[in-house]
């Protein structure tokens, strides 16, 4: 079985007995951000770490611009043409065409919210909503339309699906309202909608930029795996836990700026280990988001090797 089939395997039927996957994520430099170098660059990270799928950096921003200042700006957000594109879509190719036959590959795919607030950086999108909600939510659709141009152009040259980051929940943003339910889980929805024929799909709640108080609201959000920190509020939970409150496998357990950052080897290995003593059956050993850019490859290796050789 290649890499291919044994995530297949994890997502819709039993895991391979003695193979727990694994896979971690990080940025590269600039300098490998963009055309052929992106694609040796990724490759080169896969085959050293020897992770079990090839997920994609989505490194193109969005032009810096005082663009939103008060609610009514929402209305000029862009609609970009599809050429906008081009050099995320040629670097998927590209590995489509090198990886592919081996290993099932990703592309990392940001919410529509976040790519607003590229363009709104800086202001209270909950006042703005209480103020004006309805070129906020123009805004949004707009952005959510731009997202789906770059799902539908990924999924022409063959990409096996998404990692799947959602944010807007989290405690700090829209705390004591219902804004996330009415304004931006419609977005993230909306795009899941066109992720639907895809092979692999992870979503990711994303705590990056702050914590959660209740991920409840994620729980019905479509995707094969689940990829999400383990500590919610005042709770933490095990990955059995966090499998049974999804309902399907779950992929983390580790915490990106803990020892897989900074640690010795058999700190690295007493760490996998310990959590993939708890995991459950049906688990992909990882990060709970993207892991500093300097952080060894050959620590990420030691933990997909712990990982790869252990037998619950």
């Given at each position: 079985m290649n890499k291919r089939d044994v995530v297949l395997e994890l997502v819709h039927g039993e895991p391979r007995s003695g193979y727990v996957p694994s896979a971690f994520f990080l940025h590269f430099d600039p300098a490998y951000q963009r055309g052929q170098a992106a694609v040796n660059k990724h490759?080169?990270?896969?085959?050293?770490t020897g992770m079990d799928f090839v997920k994609i950096q989505y490194e193109q921003?969005?032009?810096?611009?005082?663009?939103?200042?008060?609610?009514?700006?929402?209305?000029r957000m862009p609609y970009y043409p599809q050429t906008y594109f081009d050099a995320t879509v040629a670097v998927v190719e590209g590995l489509v065409k090198a990886a592919q036959k081996d290993a099932l590959v990703i592309l990392t795919l940001y919410s529509p919210l976040m790519w607003a607030m590229q363009l709104a950086e800086g202001i209270d999108?909950?006042?703005?909503?209480?103020?004006?909600?309805?070129?906020?939510?123009?805004g949004l659709e707009i952005m959510t339309e731009n997202v789906l141009n770059l799902v539908r152009r990924c999924k022409q040259v063959?990409?096996?699906?998404f990692y799947v980051s959602t944010q807007g929940g989290e405690s700090f943003r829209l705390k004591g309202t219902d804004f996330f339910q009415r304004y931006i889980k419609p977005t993230d929805l909306a795009v899941w909608s066109e992720l639907t024929s895809c092979?692999?799909?992870?979503?990711?709640?994303?705590?990056y930029v702050g914590a959660y108080d209740d991920i409840t609201p994620f729980v019905d959000y479509p995707g094969d795996v689940v990829n999400c920190s383990l500590h919610v509020g005042d709770r933490t939970m095990?990955?059995?836990?966090?499998?049974?409150?999804?309902?399907?496998p779950f992929m983390g357990g580790m915490k990106r700026k803990g020892v897989i950052a900074t640690g010795k080897p058999g700190e690295i290995r007493e760490a996998a280990e310990a959590v993939l003593a708890v995991a459950p059956r049906r688990f992909m050993l990882a990060a709970d988001c993207t892991v500093p850019g300097d952080t060894s490859w050959d620590n990420l290796k030691i933990a997909i090797d712990t990982a790869h050789q252990h037998h619950g």
């Open positions: 490759l080169e990270f896969f085959h050293h921003t969005q032009p810096r611009m005082e663009l939103v200042r008060k609610p009514e700006d929402w209305r999108l909950a006042a703005h909503l209480r103020e004006n909600p309805d070129p906020v939510a123009k063959g990409v096996d699906g092979r692999f799909n992870v979503l990711h709640i994303c705590d095990s990955p059995q836990e966090a499998a049974d409150f999804f309902t399907r």
